[in-house]
């Protein structure tokens, strides 16, 4: 049976001092959860979170990384920087940075390879717009992210990545698929991913849902057939709100 994963993105929110308050105040709120909780954080508060979050089950994470090593990249952070203070998963492929920063298929698959070399956990996005939404080519878009993004892997590998299905018409604008309609998306992004590693794998991968989560809607979706928890944006910044949707359960 796949696990449940209960993903915060911060994305430009909250100081060290803010992250700090955050964690003590949810950690006991979470601490009895069966799910993975995972927070990912902007870089200024990795080292501050992951300091706090020691003897709790919350795990932390990264927004971004690049696919170097090293190099003459100013401004960016390597995935050997992120694991040697102990980061532990990292977003791959958000929709705000492929439309704010040109973020392609192909950065994300060397991304990928990157991240799983550097023995981190990618939360690897993809998602369609409402453009591409209304024309019908939501199943088009998103097994052409899935293939390419996953191209550079080996099948062993497959496994070590998590998948968030985003439909960047719901970020942040409080529309939310239905949970029938974002269920048959992941289904069909298992579909893919079994035509090219095998059902097995396909059965085993935890995809998420992303795209205004609250605890209102956690329930439903959370309890469908494929969805395997979600990547959360605006209900994580609020500790009471964000721990609902973990205890989703537990809501009426």
Not at 110 to 130: M, N, R, S, Y
Not at 198 to 210: C, F, M, Q, T, V
Request: proline fraction near 2%; hydrophobic fraction near 35%.
């Amino acid at each position: 049976m796949r696990k449940k994963i209960i993903a915060g993105n911060w994305k430009m929110y909250k100081l060290p001092n803010e992250a700090i308050k955050y964690i003590e105040e949810i950690a006991p709120m979470v601490a009895d959860t069966t799910h993975e909780v995972v927070l990912c954080v902007p870089y200024v508060d990795l080292f501050y979170t992951l300091l706090t979050t020691q003897g709790t089950n919350i795990k932390i994470g990264a927004q971004n990384m690049h696919y170097e090593t090293q190099g003459a990249y100013t401004g960016e952070i390597s995935g050997e920087m992120l694991k040697s203070i102990g980061t532990q998963y990292v977003i791959i492929g958000h929709s705000e940075r492929r439309q704010y920063y040109n973020e392609t298929d192909e950065t994300v698959s060397l991304k990928l390879k990157k991240a799983i070399e550097c023995e981190l956990k990618p939360i690897f996005c993809v998602g369609e717009t409402l453009e591409q939404r209304e024309s019908g080519k939501t199943e088009e878009i998103i097994k052409t992210q899935v293939k390419i993004g996953l191209s550079k892997l080996e099948k062993t590998q497959v496994n070590n990545i998590t998948i968030a299905y985003e439909p960047i018409w719901a970020i942040g604008t409080g529309k939310t698929a239905t949970a029938e309609d974002a269920n048959n998306t992941i289904k069909s992004i298992r579909t893919e991913i079994a035509n090219l590693y095998g059902s097995d794998i396909a059965n085993e991968i935890i995809i998420l849902y992303g795209g205004s989560v609250k605890p209102e809607n956690a329930k439903e979706l959370f309890n469908m057939s494929d969805i395997d928890g979600g990547l959360v944006g605006g209900a994580s910044l609020n500790a009471e709100e964000f721990s609902k949707i973990v205890n989703y359960l537990k809501v009426i």
